[in-house]
């Protein structure tokens, strides 16, 4: 290691300025670092990436942006972005104020699922879309002792604006922020950005469905994207510690394929999910998923989309459909459209569900005593509601209060 680069990690001991101290150089080329197997690595078109005295392995591929991931051509990611540049929707996918080539879409392979200091990433994967491409571009780390040059390349070219990935928010990026504490003193800082954390809205919308909410399993039955002869996720782990010992590129070749879809398919993902939630209330036939894509909107308060969404569904049969009415009639509530929620809480008294029949009785009171002024429906309702076995020692007192109330006013 050179004087430079050894004053360099031992600033903080020296007390040296930091202005006194040049960053160590990278490039693409060192006559002095051996890479074993590079005329096979770069065959597969990778290439070494040298910092210090250290190097990674980049791979890089393109794909035209009329090239099908499954349903979608990459170039629909133009008309998602279209439509959230028309602004008007609060929602934690939106992309409004983006250019498409700002999205960062992010995945890594890592040597276990754990956190913590020793869990290692071995593949920093990403994928931008391009006015005429979609360039997809890997950081490989050939051994352990490596992790500068691997950071090094993935931050000295990353402009992240939104970082969009699966499980991103609690485990990829975490761990690269876990690895870049311990180099901190070697790397750039990490960029501050937006983050789209897809699995949380897969979760919203399939978890009814799918009995694990994993990328494959969303690729199969959302995108409908089937993998060829792919290396499965669960096994990199075990290949990449093969490859440390023989190091041979054939090993991580089917890893980096894998890896390589994954990034593909969270462009896909993106396209999909935004089209869902643009889509009008009439086009998803799956009501239960129609249903969670109310839900969301009114976790987003988009009191109007979640209404229309809601309406939707009236008279259709599936699961939850008593809850969704019983949604929609507290929504016409919050528009003050009380009138139009009374039928609706009339409806589900009678539910076989206790938070669905019990509190539809307590609004009818409510409505009936304080807005329509009409105590002898109040008293009933309130009555209705009292005579649920399933209520609290707590909800009956108030309920006993209610009403003694009403019958003072019913008999005055």
Known sequence: MSLKNKLKRMKNHLNIPE????????????????VPFREEWEAFGVKPFFFEDEYCLIRETVYPLSHRHGRYSFSELDDVMALWNKGGLTHTLSAEGYEKSQLFFFDTETTGLGGGAGNMIFLLGHARVYEDRVTVKQHLLPKPGNEAALYQSFLSEVDITSLVTYNGKAFDWPQVKTRHTLLRDRLPKLPEFGHFDLLHGARRLWKHKLERVSLSAVENEELAFKRDEDTPGYLAPMLYFQFLKAEDPDLLKGVLLHNEQDVLSLIALYIHMSKKIFASADQTSEHQEAYAMAKWFIAHKETDRAVSQLEALRGKAFEDSDRALFDLAMLYKKQNRRQDAVPLWEELTGSDLHICRHQSAVELAIY??????DFKKALQAAQLAAKDGEISEKEAEKLHVRIARLKRKYSS
Request: charged letters at 30%.
């Open 368 to 373: 009936f005593e304080h807005h329509a002024k």
């Open 19 to 34: 202005a006194e101290i040049k960053p160590a150089a990278s490039s693409l080329s060192d006559p002095d670092i051996e």
